[in-house]
């Protein structure tokens, strides 16, 4: 059996939205130590991986671990009018395959949702290594992405000597953005060299948009042409990270 109730509504709602960007169906993996998702999106050329711990509910039971798929979207219909201070309580039943939601504020409200078939697919975790490590303000990362989609489809990222470089261009503009330590956009750098990629930046954006409701701070690691990895912490109760594979241009 698995219950939890969590007092933040709103939490889990952004969390489904944040994941929803990639995936309109998910299996979410249930244990005693909290719950976990990772999968690609349909094109595989991004990827999210998801955990929230035991502790990041306010009361947590899952007897024994289960696979739950989950159609994102409906999920998020029938929580559109949340409101802040409404606790969230998910259920399901194993012998119906449902999922029950109940929120509770001033009135309760109950809905009940049919579950899909687990796919069984397991998803690895990219094994990239990654030579630069930058922790960013959400706020200043989610701004540089908006600045630079307004000129190009793709952005290109440079790590080096504690600088962030990001450029982006067209047949008719560019943008060139630099940020260093100075500001108070970058927060940490670990460089064990300098790198540079390019990337979609439709997913970047959409990626940094949805963790922004979710966190104050980003973490974003890549190398030369590899993938990338940006990461938010949630209350240090749980992560939500997403991979996007590198735009390799041929000359």
């Not at 990827?47 to 007897?63: G, I, N, P, R, W």
């Not at 029938?78 to 201070?85: C, T, V």
């Not at 009940?112 to 975790?125: A, D, K, M, R």
């Not at 600045?147 to 290109?156: G, I, L, P, R």
Request: include cysteine.
């Amino acid at each position: 059996m698995f219950k939890a109730k969590i007092e933040n509504a709103r939490l889990w709602k952004n969390l489904l939205s944040a994941i929803s960007t990639l995936i309109e169906e998910a299996d979410f993996n249930t244990s005693e130590d909290g719950i976990k998702l990772r999968a690609m999106d349909p094109s595989h050329v991004a990827m999210v991986d998801f955990t929230l711990e035991k502790k990041a509910f306010d009361e947590y039971h899952c007897d024994k671990s289960v696979s739950i798929r989950i159609n994102i979207d409906s999920m998020l219909r029938l929580l559109r009018r949340i409101k802040s201070n409404e606790t969230l309580e998910l259920a399901f039943n194993e012998d119906t395959k449902k999922m029950i939601l109940t929120l509770k504020e001033k009135i309760t409200k109950q809905f009940t949702i049919p579950t899909l078939n687990p796919t069984g697919e397991q998803v690895p975790t990219p094994k990239v290594t990654f030579n630069c490590k930058i922790k960013m303000a959400i706020g200043g990362l989610k701004e540089i992405m908006e600045d630079v989609q307004a000129v190009s489809d793709h952005v290109k990222l440079e790590a080096k000597e504690n600088k962030l470089l990001v450029s982006a261009s067209s047949e008719l503009s560019s943008a060139n953005i630099e940020v260093d330590k100075q500001s108070d956009i970058l927060l940490d750098t670990e460089f064990k060299e300098s790198a540079i990629a390019t990337y979609n930046l439709n997913y970047l954006t959409e990626m940094v948009k949805a963790g922004s409701a979710l966190s104050e701070t980003a973490t974003v690691e890549f190398s030369t042409n590899m993938p990338i990895k940006i990461e938010f912490e949630i209350s240090q109760k749980g992560k939500l990270a997403y991979y996007l594979a590198p735009r390799i241009e041929v000359e």
